[in-house]
């Protein structure tokens, strides 16, 4: 079993940045796989972005360049680092764990989440 809580989101404007983190409860953070979805309003949830236990990570398109995952196995959390804002990227972001991938993309592949954090960007 694992716990998360998001923190960071909040209200910036285009083109700004934000960082957003999960603290992980549990002695065995490393051995998970982390990632990080949104929910836009009238949306479904979609996959954005998630790390490896070894490190590798994996980007939806439309984040590519300019959102980065890391986590730091030493403080059980995982970060995602939100550069050149969109306004369309406006959404609940929601941090989400499990100790096999499945398919990444898929919410269901994932067992445990976060309650979520909203990020909202005006233009």
């Known amino acids: 079993q694992v716990q998360l809580v998001e923190s960071g989101g909040g209200l910036v404007q285009a083109g700004g940045s934000l960082r957003l983190s999960c603290a992980a409860s549990?002695?065995?953070?490393?051995?998970?796989?982390m990632g990080w979805f949104r929910q836009a309003p009238g949306k479904e949830r979609e996959f954005v972005t998630a790390?490896?236990?070894?490190?590798?990570?994996y980007y939806t398109d439309s984040v590519k360049g300019r959102f980065t995952i890391s986590r730091d196995n030493a403080k059980n959390t995982v970060y995602l680092q939100m550069n050149s804002l969109k306004p369309e990227d406006t959404a609940v972001y929601f941090c989400a764990a499990d100790l096999t991938s499945g398919v990444i993309v898929n919410q269901l592949s994932w067992n445990y989440w976060g309650q979520g954090t909203q990020v909202t960007v005006s233009s």
């Open positions: 549990g002695r065995t953070f490393s051995s998970y796989f």
């Open positions: 790390i490896h236990p070894g490190l590798r990570t």
